[in-house]
């Protein structure tokens, strides 16, 4: 009976920066979130701002400032999260200039990962039920 020992983890290839699945000016793709944000933009934010993980109440903070540093973290971290293309300049200057536009793009940008990784979301469930297995 051979045994076979892994030394190393196989290396994964560093994906490449991609880009939003939607453009900026794109509203018409979701129109029951556009009439929301347009209607109650702080509460829309709020929920954008939930689905991202952070504290629901976060957008309101935009409002006391002339940059707005919610809408410039969220997506921040919306592109660091899916590796999307920009820069900390282009996520100000969309936070301050497309302020509404910005955070339906986040939002269409939240839906659409979620709808491509629930399969791979069933993998995932798959693989970390075997976490504490032992694999030999």
Same mark, same amino acid.
């Given at each position: 009976?051979?045994?076979?020992?892994?030394?190393?983890?196989?290396?994964?290839?560093?994906?490449?920066?991609?880009?939003?699945?939607?453009?900026?000016?794109?509203?018409?793709?979701?129109?029951? !979130? #556009?009439?929301?944000? *347009? /209607? &109650?933009?702080?509460?829309?934010?709020? $929920?954008? +701002? =939930?689905?991202?993980?952070?504290?629901?109440?976060?957008?309101?903070?935009?409002?006391?400032?002339?940059?707005?540093?919610?809408?410039?973290?969220?997506?921040?971290?919306?592109?660091?999260?899916?590796?999307?293309?920009?820069?900390?300049?282009? !996520? #100000?200057?969309?936070? *301050? /200039? &497309?302020?509404?536009?910005?955070?339906? $793009?986040? +939002? =269409?940008?939240?839906?659409?990962?979620?709808?491509?990784?629930?399969?791979?979301?069933?993998?995932?469930?798959?693989?970390?039920?075997?976490?504490?297995?032992?694999?030999?």
């Amino acid at each position: 009976m051979s045994r076979h020992v892994i030394l190393d983890q196989p290396k994964s290839r560093p994906e490449e920066a991609g880009e939003w699945s939607t453009g900026l000016c794109e509203c018409y793709k979701d129109v029951g !979130d #556009c009439c929301l944000a *347009c /209607c &109650c933009l702080p509460v829309f934010t709020c $929920q954008v +701002s =939930r689905s991202v993980g952070a504290f629901p109440c976060l957008p309101l903070l935009d409002w006391i400032s002339c940059v707005p540093p919610a809408s410039v973290a969220m997506r921040a971290s919306v592109r660091e999260r899916y590796n999307i293309q920009g820069s900390a300049w282009s !996520d #100000c200057v969309y936070g *301050c /200039c &497309c302020y509404r536009l910005s955070w339906l $793009q986040i +939002s =269409r940008e939240l839906k659409r990962r979620a709808s491509s990784s629930s399969s791979s979301s069933r993998r995932y469930t798959a693989l970390t039920s075997l976490q504490g297995a032992h694999l030999v």
